[in-house]
């Protein structure tokens, strides 16, 4: 029996993985993000990362604030940098649009339609799992919400249900924040969201805005909320003063169980790694019985 066929705990291979990959704010004309931040480098980095996976995504989830002024050029230069990479992958590529973007410039540049007003939405089918992308974007502003049009949409989309269910992309968390800056420019109308999706197969909630990882639950769904990868928060500080940093990039490997959804923070860095397990490791454990497994991995020394 093959070693990748062996089921070592209780559960089985994950369903459906998707990379989760957030606020990546490029700049045209190779600029450097608040003078400070190679946001452009950093995707890059976040790239080769996810391209190292042992396993290719069933799709790529980026959750806006795709760039950072909404210039054409700096989406001219994410469609060129991400969509052969996707395809290489060959995984499903999903934008979704945040403060920092601009709707009829994200519309024409990366989705190839007419420069519209109206909100980037879509929905996808992962082989029964349904992912449905929300733009909370308020064209002027940088707090999110979802208007009347948006709402009745998801309504009616989650009408019918999907074989694995369904996960919502947004920009604006449905979550309060570790930092007063950001409860200014939450999510509003978070109760409509919540009557919307009460009593739907939404199983989950992927988000980005915060600059930093965390987690919480809004109307019985988990909501996960992926870091930047352009610069994060630095939470060390204390709230009034956390300011960004350009450390502790990271992107989200989800991945979708029949019976749960699990989200592993990948960093992007360069560090060595202890090689104690390997496939080797992972043969021998397979060619033992699930006691013996017990006993040469579970068992402490000399009990």
């Not at 990748?4 to 989760?20: D, E, L, M, Q, Y």
């Not at 700096?74 to 920092?100: C, D, I």
Request: glycine letters at 8%; one cysteine or more; hydrophobic letters at 45%.
């Amino acid at each position: 029996m093959a070693a990748a066929s062996v089921r070592f705990g209780s559960h089985p291979p994950a369903a459906r993985t998707i990379v989760h990959v957030s606020d990546t704010h490029l700049l045209g004309a190779d600029r450097l993000l608040g003078g400070r931040y190679d946001s452009t480098a950093n995707l890059q980095r976040t790239l080769e990362a996810i391209e190292r996976l042992d396993a290719a995504p069933d799709a790529i989830v980026f959750t806006g604030d795709l760039t950072d002024l909404g210039e054409p050029d700096a989406y001219a230069a994410l469609k060129a940098t991400v969509e052969p990479f996707a395809a290489r992958l060959g995984a499903q590529l999903v934008w979704v649009a945040g403060n920092h973007d601009e709707r009829p410039e994200l519309h024409q540049g990366l989705l190839g339609g007419a420069p519209t007003q109206e909100p980037v939405t879509g929905v996808w089918d992962l082989d029964g799992l349904r992912l449905i992308a929300l733009d909370t974007s308020v064209p002027g502003w940088h707090h999110g919400d979802l208007d009347d049009d948006q709402l009745a949409w998801l309504r009616e989309v989650l009408a019918a249900p999907a074989p694995r269910g369904t996960l919502l992309a947004m920009h604006h968390p449905p979550l309060p924040s570790h930092l007063p800056l950001f409860d200014i420019l939450e999510l509003r109308h978070q109760d409509a969201l919540a009557q919307a999706i009460a009593g739907t197969d939404v199983r989950g909630i992927l988000a980005g805005h915060l600059h930093y990882c965390t987690h919480g639950m809004f109307a019985g769904v988990e909501v996960s909320v992926a870091a930047a990868t352009c610069y994060t928060m630095n939470l060390a500080r204390p709230a009034q003063q956390v300011n960004g940093m350009d450390a502790a990039q990271s992107f989200q490997l989800v991945h979708v169980y029949d019976d749960t959804i699990t989200h592993a923070v990948v960093p992007v860095v360069d560090a060595e790694t202890a090689d104690f397990f390997d496939e080797e490791w992972i043969a021998a454990m397979a060619a033992l019985t699930p006691q013996q497994r017990l006993e040469a991995f579970s068992r402490k020394p000399g009990r």
